[in-house]
């Protein structure tokens, strides 16, 4: 889903993708992220799901051990990662990372009544069953943020939601002072 980048420039890199992708592009105002979201999923038609922000990114085992615990724990819906956040500033028109931090140190679980008072995953870290939206419903498309907690506390509801400890394998990019496309919503939104 291309849901406000430059279409010319989403296309160059998915025609230099070594492997086939497909793109659909949402004009910018067209709904908004969770519009995007739920028009991605739709269009899929894949077993597995996860929200992937052209700024964040995974380490290589990510994809391999979310799916591998899905397929040995069948009554979890989800599961999540240890997260590392990685803050970024502007420099010389590129972005640079100047530091690192874990996204809740030592948590080892992902539970209904934690997730009730903050959110403890973020859409990079989160691989989840596409089929749980036929129990849960879609994203939110009345929310401007924290859609991705609504979502997760209806799946906690009703369903597991694993979690895998130790090194991080999601890496959530923040950027506390950008603005406009390049800000994260957690600020921008605010």
Do not use: K
């Not at 992708?21 to 739920?38: L, M, Q």
């Not at 739709?42 to 994809?63: I, M, N, Q």
């Amino acid at each position: 889903m291309n849901d406000g980048g430059d279409p010319a420039d989403v296309d160059a890199v998915v025609a230099a993708a070594p492997f086939d992708v497909e793109v659909v592009h949402i004009a910018p105002g067209s709904g908004g992220r969770c519009v995007a979201a739920n028009t991605g999923v739709r269009a899929s038609g894949t077993e597995f799901v996860v929200l992937h922000d052209d700024d964040d990114r995974w380490h290589p085992e990510f994809l391999s051990r979310t799916v591998a615990w899905l397929d040995t724990h069948p009554a979890d819906a989800a599961v999540s990662v240890t997260t590392e956040i990685v803050y970024e500033e502007e420099r010389d028109g590129r972005w640079v990372e100047v530091g690192r931090a874990p996204f809740w140190a030592g948590m080892q679980r992902i539970s209904l009544s934690e997730m009730l008072s903050v959110n403890r995953a973020v859409p990079i870290s989160v691989l989840y069953r596409a089929a749980v939206h036929e129990d849960v419903g879609w994203y939110d498309e009345s929310l401007d943020a924290v859609e991705d907690w609504d979502f997760y506390l209806r799946i906690l509801a009703r369903a597991g939601f694993g979690f895998i400890p130790g090194e991080p394998l999601a890496y959530w990019t923040q950027r506390p002072d950008a603005t406009g496309i390049a800000a994260n919503s957690m600020f921008a939104l605010a």
